[in-house]
């Protein structure tokens, strides 16, 4: 039976030490991180992640700014917002909670981002510094991951990593950061011939795919790891009366049986997002103000 991954364990241990570092800048170096969420319309999911984010990034000691926009926002308005953020001396992290309503435009958005204070990592700039090796701000999911990653095996140098998935978001820059490991990295996506055979193929499986116990068991080698992506709703039928319950992108108790640990979900990846949002904006701080990186180095 598989080792069990608590991602939210180990996030905690995260948010302790940015907690810390925190300290330190507030008490040693007068610099209170502060990090802005812009979350436009009342989409209830982004509302949840949107107050756990809050919630957190005040535990950890840092400033957190909420802007609340409608959805009816201009495009025009929104860019501003970003940009303004971007100017503010004050701000270190800028996050806008995806998706974004019809007809907002995220890319037009994210490009208003400094990418000092890019914080999800999503800007071209960040993406282009992950592509070339350079230091720089990472996507948190699949930071998470190759942390969770990291935690279960000790270095990963050698490994065949599958990510099964190749979006912006997840899937591509997490076989980046794989890579920046040292891993051998297959990126799969729905084209991919023959994936239950790939899938047993990795030593690390990393599936980010959205589409509920896609993995089966007989997709996993006997003693892989498995760090599932995905965060599926679905119906309870133990429970009735419309009931859902989260599920991952693996059918979990299959490959349980047979890999040597896995994330569970929820409490696997999903943790690890928030806790690797809150290093982020104690790395922005720390570069932007010009203080010693050590400071940062959790
Ligand atoms: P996207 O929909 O952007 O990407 C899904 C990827 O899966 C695509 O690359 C797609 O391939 C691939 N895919 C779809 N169907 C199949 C299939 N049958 N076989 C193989 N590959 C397939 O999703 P995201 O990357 O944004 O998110 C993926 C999952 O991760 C979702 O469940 C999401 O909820 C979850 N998530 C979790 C987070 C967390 O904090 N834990 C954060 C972000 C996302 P193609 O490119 O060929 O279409």
Not at 94 to 112: F, K, M
Request: contains cysteine; glycine residues 8%; aromatic residues 2%.
């Amino acid at each position: 039976m598989a080792r069990l991954i608590d991602g939210k364990a180990i996030a905690a241990e995260v948010d302790a030490a940015v907690a810390a570092a925190t300290m330190v800048l507030r008490s040693e170096h007068e610099t209170q991180p502060t990090l802005a969420v812009v979350l436009v319309g009342d989409d209830p999911a982004s509302q949840v992640y949107v107050r756990n984010k809050v919630r957190r990034t005040e535990a950890a000691g840092m400033i957190s700014r909420e802007l609340r926009l409608p959805a009816t926002t201009s495009q025009a308005d929104l860019e501003a917002t970003v940009a303004a953020l971007s100017a503010d001396p004050d701000v270190d992290g800028i996050l806008v909670q995806l998706p974004l309503p019809a007809p907002l435009d995220a890319d037009a958005v994210i490009a208003r981002i400094d990418p000092a204070k890019d914080v999800d990592g999503l800007t071209e700039v960040s993406a282009g510094r992950l592509v070339l090796g350079r230091p720089g701000l990472r996507p948190c999911t699949p930071e998470g991951c190759v942390i969770l990653a990291k935690r279960t095996l000790g270095a990963l140098r050698g490994a065949h990593v599958v990510v099964i998935g190749r979006s912006i978001l997840v899937g591509k820059p997490a076989g980046l950061l794989f890579l920046a490991e040292d891993c051998t990295v297959t990126l799969a996506h729905s084209r991919t011939r023959d994936l239950p055979a790939l899938a047993r193929s990795a030593d690390i499986l990393v599936p980010a795919v959205g589409r509920p116990e896609m993995v089966r068991g007989d997709w996993v080698r006997d003693g892989a790891t498995v760090i599932d992506v995905g965060i599926n709703r679905v119906p309870d039928p133990a429970r009735g009366d419309g009931a859902t319950r989260l599920v991952g992108d693996v059918a979990f108790d299959e490959a349980a049986a047979v890999a040597g640990a896995i994330t569970p979900v929820p409490g696997g990846v999903g943790p690890m997002t928030i806790a690797c949002l809150l290093r982020n904006t104690l790395k922005a701080a720390v570069a932007r103000r010009g203080l010693p990186e050590a400071l940062a180095a959790i």
